[in-house]
């Protein structure tokens, strides 16, 4: 047995989205985002993916579902405009000649199972409806502080500072090991 090379991306079609009209997109792996600002409150999550067509078109999704999403492994959001809030999220389809649209009416259904994110777009204005599924990546984050490693500190002092917990080996980060496949 000859040991592996060099790792390696992943593929950037693993992720696909389809429109309701059979428009096909594909992209990398979904983030799951996990971020502690402070030990004692609970986590900001951000859920993303971007995905394009063979035409340069491309699709993108950012939620910020509550924390307990990482817990039930499903949730539905409604789909907004401007400033995200918990329980929000939003989606941008990009035309390949650069004309972006948002939309600013929906839901977002989301369900984490074998492995992959799977969900749906739907109530959401005409060119809007999807359907999407496929494997996905967590990073946790912490503060400095709270036992992460002690990177060199920002210029000035006084910020807060996060590093990722890329072992989800500190207190906050370490119920989600699993969630991450650890």
């Not at 579902?65 to 990009?94: K, N």
């Not at 369900?111 to 359907?131: H, I, M, Q, W």
């Not at 996905?136 to 060199?152: I, K, L, R």
């Amino acid at each position: 047995m000859t040991p592996p090379s060099e790792e390696q991306p992943a593929p950037p079609d693993r992720f696909v989205l389809t429109t309701r009209d059979g428009q096909r997109f594909t992209g990398a792996d979904a983030r799951i985002d996990i971020r502690f600002t402070e030990r004692t409150a609970p986590a900001d999550v951000e859920l993303s993916f971007t995905t394009s067509d063979a035409a340069g078109g491309t699709w993108a999704a950012l939620a910020r579902p509550p924390v307990d999403f990482l817990r039930l492994r499903s949730l539905g959001v409604p789909i907004a405009t401007g400033a995200l809030g918990p329980g929000q999220a939003a989606v941008e389809r990009r035309s390949a000649e650069g004309t972006s649209t948002l939309a600013d009416s929906g839901e977002l259904q989301l369900k984490l199972e074998d492995n992959k994110l799977v969900g749906e777009f739907s109530r959401t204005p005409a060119g809007f409806e999807a359907r999407f599924a496929g494997p996905f990546v967590v990073t946790c984050s912490v503060p400095q502080s709270a036992g992460g490693p002690n990177p060199p500190s920002p210029e000035g002092g006084g910020s807060l500072v996060l590093v990722v917990d890329t072992n989800f080996e500190t207190e906050l980060c370490r119920p989600f090991a699993a969630l991450a496949g650890q």
